[in-house]
Protein backbone atom coordinates (compact mmCIF):
# COMPACT_ATOMS: atom_id res chain seq x y z
CA UNK A 1 0.00 0.00 0.00
CA UNK A 2 1.61 3.38 -1.19
CA UNK A 3 1.59 5.94 1.61
CA UNK A 4 2.71 9.11 3.11
CA UNK A 5 2.53 9.23 6.62
CA UNK A 6 3.64 12.69 8.65
CA UNK A 7 4.79 13.29 11.98
CA UNK A 8 6.43 15.57 14.35
CA UNK A 9 3.50 17.94 14.93
CA UNK A 10 2.69 19.89 17.97
CA UNK A 11 2.96 23.10 19.59
CA UNK A 12 5.53 25.50 20.16
CA UNK A 13 6.12 29.01 21.27
CA UNK A 14 6.87 31.88 18.81
CA UNK A 15 10.16 31.92 18.15
CA UNK A 16 10.51 28.13 18.11
CA UNK A 17 11.69 25.18 15.89
CA UNK A 18 10.00 22.03 14.87
CA UNK A 19 10.77 19.44 12.12
CA UNK A 20 8.27 17.44 10.53
CA UNK A 21 9.16 14.27 8.98
CA UNK A 22 7.34 12.48 6.09
CA UNK A 23 7.96 9.22 5.33
CA UNK A 24 6.88 7.24 2.70
CA UNK A 25 5.86 3.58 2.43
CA UNK A 26 5.19 1.28 -0.28
CA UNK A 27 7.50 2.91 -2.60
CA UNK A 28 10.68 4.78 -2.28
CA UNK A 29 10.84 8.50 -3.11
CA UNK A 30 14.09 9.20 -4.48
CA UNK A 31 12.59 8.75 -7.58
CA UNK A 32 9.83 11.76 -7.13
CA UNK A 33 9.03 15.60 -6.36
CA UNK A 34 7.63 15.68 -2.90
CA UNK A 35 5.85 19.34 -1.73
CA UNK A 36 5.08 20.57 1.72
CA UNK A 37 1.29 22.25 1.81
CA UNK A 38 -0.60 23.72 4.92
CA UNK A 39 -4.20 24.78 5.84
CA UNK A 40 -4.65 27.00 8.40
CA UNK A 41 -7.94 27.35 9.80
CA UNK A 42 -11.06 28.95 7.40
CA UNK A 43 -8.16 29.11 5.00
CA UNK A 44 -7.19 27.15 1.29
CA UNK A 45 -4.55 25.00 0.96
CA UNK A 46 -1.28 26.85 -0.27
CA UNK A 47 2.34 24.98 -1.22
CA UNK A 48 5.30 25.92 0.61
CA UNK A 49 8.11 24.40 -0.69
CA UNK A 50 9.16 21.21 -2.85
CA UNK A 51 12.21 19.18 -3.00
CA UNK A 52 12.83 17.33 -6.47
CA UNK A 53 14.85 13.73 -6.95
CA UNK A 54 17.79 15.61 -7.76
CA UNK A 55 17.66 17.62 -4.36
CA UNK A 56 17.10 21.20 -5.58
CA UNK A 57 14.26 23.17 -4.05
CA UNK A 58 11.84 25.40 -4.89
CA UNK A 59 9.71 27.79 -2.38
CA UNK A 60 5.90 28.40 -3.12
CA UNK A 61 5.61 30.67 0.16
CA UNK A 62 7.54 33.95 0.57
CA UNK A 63 5.87 33.68 3.60
CA UNK A 64 8.29 30.88 5.12
CA UNK A 65 11.56 32.11 2.68
CA UNK A 66 14.41 31.70 5.53
CA UNK A 67 12.99 30.15 8.25
CA UNK A 68 11.65 26.91 6.13
CA UNK A 69 14.07 24.24 4.59
CA UNK A 70 13.04 21.04 2.89
CA UNK A 71 15.57 18.12 2.73
CA UNK A 72 15.62 14.48 1.74
CA UNK A 73 17.66 11.35 3.42
CA UNK A 74 17.01 8.66 0.73
CA UNK A 75 17.86 6.07 2.70
CA UNK A 76 15.16 6.46 5.25
CA UNK A 77 12.81 7.05 2.34
CA UNK A 78 11.90 10.15 4.16
CA UNK A 79 11.85 14.27 3.64
CA UNK A 80 11.93 16.49 6.32
CA UNK A 81 10.66 20.05 6.97
CA UNK A 82 12.67 21.92 9.24
CA UNK A 83 10.70 25.20 10.21
CA UNK A 84 12.76 28.46 12.06
CA UNK A 85 11.45 31.21 14.06
CA UNK A 86 7.97 30.00 14.25
CA UNK A 87 5.45 32.54 14.26
CA UNK A 88 1.89 32.38 15.37
CA UNK A 89 0.60 32.68 11.01
CA UNK A 90 2.44 29.69 10.38
CA UNK A 91 -0.29 27.26 12.63
CA UNK A 92 -1.86 24.96 10.29
CA UNK A 93 -2.34 21.14 9.37
CA UNK A 94 0.92 20.22 7.15
CA UNK A 95 0.60 17.71 4.41
CA UNK A 96 3.12 16.18 2.39
CA UNK A 97 2.23 15.30 -1.18
CA UNK A 98 4.22 13.18 -3.94
CA UNK A 99 4.69 14.45 -7.17
CA UNK A 100 3.77 12.37 -10.07
CA UNK A 101 7.07 13.28 -11.58
CA UNK A 102 10.73 14.05 -10.21
CA UNK A 103 10.70 17.76 -10.42
CA UNK A 104 8.75 20.25 -8.55
CA UNK A 105 5.99 22.35 -9.99
CA UNK A 106 2.12 22.72 -9.52
CA UNK A 107 -0.40 20.64 -9.35
CA UNK A 108 0.10 16.71 -10.17
CA UNK A 109 0.32 15.86 -6.75
CA UNK A 110 -0.65 12.24 -6.63
CA UNK A 111 -0.50 11.23 -2.95
CA UNK A 112 -0.68 12.79 0.20
CA UNK A 113 -0.71 12.39 3.65
CA UNK A 114 -2.86 12.75 6.52
CA UNK A 115 -1.41 15.62 8.11
CA UNK A 116 0.06 17.03 11.40
CA UNK A 117 -0.87 19.51 13.34
CA UNK A 118 1.25 22.65 14.19
CA UNK A 119 0.32 25.06 16.21
CA UNK A 120 2.46 28.46 17.12
CA UNK A 121 0.96 30.37 20.20
CA UNK A 122 2.77 31.94 23.73
Known amino acids: QLQLAESGGGSVQPGGSLRLSCAAS????????IGWFRQAPGKEREGIIC????????NYADSVKGRFTISRDNAKNTVYLQMNTLKPEDTAVYYC???????????????WGQGTLVTVSP
Open 97 to 111: ARRSSSWCGIGYYDL
Open 26 to 33: GFTLDGYG
Open 51 to 58: INSSGGTT
